[in-house]
């Protein structure tokens, strides 16, 4: 049976400590930061699948260390916060948390909303399991961790490359569309998306090819569109 594992950020030990004992009681792994920085660096160490995340906190703080996540993970993201005004909220949730929640808390609520989101993500979301590795040439996208590596070192995306280039590498040797790309990773119908999906690719080549100017994975087909070479 799959554990999971959650990550609590927090500058308060007494907090974190709360929330440990009853998340271990839903029989949850978890690991601990006192601020956000500590928290990214768990991130890049451990497969994390829910993180909760205090908003003030010292060095970096919840909303930045929220930002800097969504650049390349889409892993639930729950603030649990004192900070709560409306307007607090939505600059949460705009940053890309998937849920807000007020300090004081009650310790079920959080539970339950922890559960749900890992069901979310694990059952209808994009979780996949550890061995789902897309591969090209060397070119490795592990769909489980959101993750690239190219001849073994890893690469940094943003999460709108990892997306149009996890779906390039799962049908790879099919030529995409602009609009096809646009439309599928934007999820909206593409109106003159031709140089968003452009510099997006640009920059996907940047990363992953020795030369960007004879690449070896993401292809152009002109006229057409974009594949990866089988």
Not at 69 to 88: H, Y
Request: hydrophobic share 40%.
């Amino acid at each position: 049976m799959q554990t999971y594992n959650v990550l609590v950020a927090d500058d308060d030990a007494e907090i974190v400590e709360a929330i440990q004992i009853y998340l271990q009681r839903e029989r949850l792994n978890i690991f601990t930061a006192s601020n956000g920085l500590e928290a990214l660096e768990a991130l890049g160490k451990h497969e994390i699948h829910l993180i909760v995340l205090d908003v003030m906190m010292p060095g970096l703080d919840g909303i930045k260390a929220t930002l800097q996540i969504r650049e390349s993970k889409n892993i639930p993201i729950l603030i649990v916060s004192a900070k709560t005004e409306d307007a607090d909220k939505i600059i949460g949730l705009n940053a890309g948390a998937d849920d807000y929640i007020g300090k004081p808390f009650n310790p079920l609520e959080l539970v339950a909303r922890v559960k749900s989101q890992l069901r979310r993500y694990t059952r209808l979301g994009n979780y996949k399991p550890a061995d789902e590795l897309l591969n090209a040439q060397g070119l490795v996208l592990n769909k489980n961790t959101k993750t690239i590596t190219v001849d073994e070192e890893e690469v940094r995306l943003t999460a709108t490359e990892y997306k149009i280039l996890e779906l390039l590498m799962e049908h790879k040797g099919r030529v995409f569309s602009i609009d096809e790309i646009y439309e599928k990773v934007w999820k909206e119908p593409s109106v003159s998306g031709e140089n968003t999906v452009a510099v997006h690719v640009r920059r996907i080549r940047e990363k992953i090819e020795i030369n960007p100017r004879e690449p070896k994975y993401l292809k152009v087909v002109w006229g057409i569109g974009y594949k990866i070479e089988k």
